[in-house]
């Protein structure tokens, strides 16, 4: 498979439309891979993606409801949220998992790096496993009211195959572990 280690399009200007502490909307005018002159926009995220899938010693995960206000419906997803750049992302998916689930562990894997959406954002996820699981409160940010349900790993992976979660995050952190469990490499 061939590579291009140069990048074919050429930026002649760009213009930011939008900024605040998440995002940054840039257009660029540019001139394309075929030579032809356009236009793109790119999202730059101002955090990373971070994703914490719980897992118990009787094959438990944790999913978390809430409804998402940008694609104007409801959603189960694991623990998840954004991680400043400055902080090592364990430390953000701990924080993450602790803040909307109660949940602390005691072993965490890094399972998955991805790209988001990677034709109009910068957005790169990590997604780690935690096990050896221990219960306190959950300290959900205001901005979030969130169910928790303490769901069989085997039923969730059902609900990612049959599109019932649709969180990609949550899609491929499900679908790696299971991989991990049909491999016999669970951590």
């Known amino acids: 498979?061939?590579?291009?280690?140069?990048?074919?399009?050429?930026?002649?200007?760009?213009?930011?439309?939008?900024d605040n502490k998440w995002i940054g909307l840039t257009e660029y005018d540019v001139t394309n891979p075929s030579g032809n002159p356009g236009i793109y926009g790119k999202v730059h995220m101002k955090n990373k993606a971070i994703g914490a899938l719980p897992l118990d010693e009787e094959m438990n995960t944790y999913l978390v409801g809430q409804y998402r206000f940008t694609l104007n419906q409801y959603s189960w997803e694991m623990p998840e949220g954004g991680g400043d750049f400055d902080v090592p992302p364990l430390e953000s998916a701990k924080r993450e998992l602790l803040e909307e689930t109660g949940l602390k562990a005691k072993y965490w894997t890094e399972i998955q790096q991805m790209h988001l959406s990677n034709s109009v954002t910068d957005e790169h996820a990590i997604i780690f496993?935690?096990?050896?699981?221990?219960?306190?409160?959950?300290?959900?940010?205001?901005?979030?009211?969130?169910?928790?349900?303490?769901?069989?790993?085997?039923?969730?992976?059902?609900?990612?195959?049959?599109?019932?979660?649709?969180?990609?995050?949550?899609?491929?952190?499900?679908?790696?572990v299971q991989l991990l469990i049909l491999e016999n490499k669970l951590p």
């Open 1 to 18: 498979m061939h590579h291009l280690k140069e990048n074919p399009w050429k930026i002649n200007s760009e213009k930011v439309i939008y």
């Open 129 to 176: 496993l935690a096990r050896g699981l221990e219960q306190f409160e959950a300290e959900p940010e205001d901005t979030e009211q969130l169910i928790i349900k303490k769901i069989p790993f085997a039923q969730v992976y059902r609900m990612v195959c049959n599109g019932e979660i649709t969180d990609s995050m949550t899609v491929a952190a499900v679908l790696r």
